[in-house]
């Protein structure tokens, strides 16, 4: 079946450094892709999107190319912020059969010191 | 506002006390789903529903169940719980937009079953 893989985490950064966490997928057919990220004690924010190959979803300095070519997905930020600790999940929309859900990578935890 | 809402948030019950978690939303959306979170796992499905009266089994459906007699609303029910079902719960219901189906997610529930 259709998967999610992601770095494992957590990851600390200093403020202002580059961010990337790595995400690949192994899925039949065209997936769309999505980033949510999950602040403590909330629940998951859709952060960007992206629906087919080679577009480049972004959001709130973040980025991310589908890349059907090495099945990828990577999250790249240039300069994080300490307000950008969470945790991020990649993530894939499932179409198959009819129904619609979301396969989740297991998540990043991101922390970002002052 | 636009948003889901769940309740309780925060629950501690028993093995075997019937319990029910309730999932509200004011979008109007057709689909909603309901996931487990797991440190280690992500988030994996539990149930879903495609509309009003039509539900259907996500990954983890066993010890569950659910009803979708309104748009609006889709409770999870755990008729016996046990401690294997202690987890962090969320709600999501979608907007298909151009095709894509964005979830929104509710606050989250945690449940612990002694």
């Known amino acids: 079946g259709n998967s999610v893989t992601q770095m494992e985490g957590p990851v600390t950064l200093s403020e202002e450094a580059f961010l990337t966490i790595n995400c690949t997928y192994t899925?039949?057919?065209?997936?769309?892709l999505f980033w949510y990220v999950q602040y403590p004690g909330e629940g998951l924010q859709l952060l960007l999107k992206?629906?087919?190959?080679?577009d480049k979803g972004s959001n709130k300095g973040f980025e991310a190319t589908y890349r059907k070519e090495t099945t990828s997905f990577h999250l790249e930020k240039g300069s994080v912020q300490v307000s950008d600790s969470a945790v991020y999940f990649c993530?894939?929309?499932?179409?198959?059969?009819?129904?619609?859900?979301?396969?989740f990578g297991k998540g990043t935890k991101l922390t970002v010191n002052p | 506002e636009a948003q889901v809402t769940q309740n309780p948030r925060y629950l501690i019950t028993v093995t075997g006390k019937k319990l029910t978690v309730t999932c509200s939303q004011n979008?109007?959306?057709?689909?909603m789903s309901w996931y487990r979170q797991d440190p280690g796992l992500g988030l994996r499905q539990i149930y879903y529903?495609?509309?009003?009266?039509?539900?259907d089994k996500g990954d983890v459906p066993e010890g569950y169940k659910v009803s979708r007699k309104e748009k609006r609303n889709f409770p999870l029910i755990l008729e016996s719980p046990s401690p294997n079902q202690t987890s962090l719960y969320f709600c999501?219901?979608?907007?298909?937009?151009?095709?894509?189906?964005?979830?929104?997610f509710g606050p989250g529930t945690r449940l612990t079953v002694t």
């Open positions: 999501a219901s979608s907007l298909k937009s151009r095709g894509i189906y964005e979830q929104y």
């Open positions: 899925a039949t057919g065209y997936p769309s």
């Open positions: 992206a629906t087919k190959a080679d």
């Open positions: 993530a894939l929309s499932d179409s198959g059969g009819g129904s619609e859900k979301l396969v």
């Open positions: 979008m109007n959306h057709e689909y």
């Open positions: 529903s495609m509309n009003v009266e039509v539900t």
